[in-house]
């Protein structure tokens, strides 16, 4: 779906390093999702966020922050970023205002914390 | 917590045979089951959904079953072909909270042509 994109798309870096992933999307939808997904894992949710200002925490949110800085807009930042949050992140939409559920992926982006 | 549990992990069938992948929930209060499918190096989209008033829901070779009673659900895929190859991944939502999601840890479905 390319109404909802994430850069960069893939990314490697170092233990320590402070690294910002995007997301943004053009589908007007109000809800937005970080999840990472690691093998054997499925994907667990990081944090979301049902409009600008309003942040909210997952499952998994330690060593995360977020910032939906416009609607169509929202970042993860991993502060200091170590090995085990190499993964693969997808940033998801959703639009509860049209009675809607489904959620629509971005393409994902692969994270190597070496 | 909340918790979805996912089985099999990885299942084999022959084109033609029939797939059936189970998940069960913890919280009673989920009320809505979305099933999503993932394409290798793809990201994952929705295939099927059910709410907590409806049983069973059917499109084309895909049905979805609910047991609310003893909190569970099924994935039916009759007539699989190479296509429906992927990983399947059930999810309940946390609560009445229908876009606040759990999700199972994935199935990985071979269809052998």
């Known amino acids: 779906d390319a109404d909802v994109t994430q850069t960069p798309r893939n990314r490697i870096t170092k233990t320590g390093k402070r690294i910002m992933l995007e997301c943004s999307q053009t589908?007007?939808?109000?809800?937005m999702y970080w999840y990472r997904q690691d093998p054997g894992l499925g994907l667990r949710l990081i944090y979301y966020s049902f409009d600008v200002k309003d942040i909210n925490k997952g499952e998994i949110s330690d060593g995360y922050s977020v910032s939906r800085q416009a609607q169509a807009k929202f970042s993860l930042s991993l502060e200091s970023a170590i090995p085990n949050q190499t993964a693969l992140y997808f940033c998801a939409t959703s639009d509860t205002r049209q009675g809607g559920e489904t959620q629509y992926f971005g393409p994902g982006t692969r994270l190597l914390v070496l | 917590g909340e918790n979805v549990e996912q089985h099999p992990s990885t299942l084999s069938v022959q084109e033609g045979d029939s797939a059936v992948i189970k998940c069960t929930y913890s919280?009673?209060?989920?009320?809505?089951f979305p099933w999503y499918k993932q394409e290798l190096g793809k990201r994952p989209q929705l295939i099927i959904d059910i709410r907590s008033n409806v049983g069973e829901k059917k499109d084309q070779r895909i049905a979805v079953t609910l047991n609310k009673t003893a909190k569970h659900f099924s994935l039916h895929i009759t007539e699989t072909q190479p296509e429906d190859s992927a990983v399947y991944f059930c999810?309940?939502?946390?609560?009445?909270?229908?876009?606040?999601?759990?999700f199972g840890t994935g199935t990985l479905l071979a269809v052998q042509p």
């Open positions: 919280d009673s209060a989920s009320n809505y």
């Open positions: 589908k007007g939808h109000d809800r």
């Open positions: 999810a309940a939502s946390i609560g009445s909270a229908t876009n606040k999601l759990i």
